[in-house]
């Protein structure tokens, strides 16, 4: 027995980079964890590949567009005709147009609204629906995985001499989707429904090596994290060892934001 026993939870975006590690550690707690992902073949090819890798069946897989009620009602439907609840909702998915990524004077009026609406829109879509169905049930847990750069401005020097920056759309996001987080944990009192936002720092890609010696500089131990270094602080949120933890921001960052 895991600390999730049996726990029912959805992942959004779970088919990706960070959401399939966070499916890894919600089954090899022994929860139910449930990749909701809009790319169906994608998500799919997942749940067969970490049901396999992990020798478990409490991997499934829905279709889900975090910008569309219809998607996320048919989502909760499923999962609640299939398992017969939800413990807990993470909000993970990030949509994002194709110019999504421009420097800031580069960025298109249309672009920003059109990125805002798509991501921190669709985890409020999300979170709304999902909140009515926990209210419903008596219980619900939210987790919204936000960015260092929700809490801090950016470091822009460490990209110095590299293509790569901190979108505009991004920082406004990830801030937004911190005070979000409060707004509902507030907003939800008395109907036990609980509201937290993870906040990583950087997450190794494949990242330009200058960069991430710039990157590491500004840390205290280990620098740059690899994805599955977020999974302590998720179970933690998830499980009932943060029972009275509500509205708050956890940094996991190896001490770059200080």
Known sequence: MGMLNNHVVVITGGAGLIGQEFIRAVANQSGVAIIADINSELGNFVKMNLRKELKTEKIDFVQMDITSKE???NSIKYIDEKYGKIDSLVNNAYPRNKNYGKHFFDVDYGDFSQNISLNLGGYFLTSQQYAKYFEEQGYGNIINISSIYGAIAPKFDIYEGTPMTVPVEYAVIKSGLIHLTKYMAKY??????????????????????QFLNSYNNNCLTKGMLDKADLNGTLLYLLSELSEYVNGQNI???????L
């Open 251 to 257: 940094i996991v960052d190896d001490g770059f934001c």
């Open 188 to 209: 939800f009192k008395g109907k036990n429904i609980r509201v937290n936002t993870l906040s990583p720092g950087g997450i190794f890609d494949a990242q330009p090596e």
């Open 71 to 73: 998607s996320v009602l």
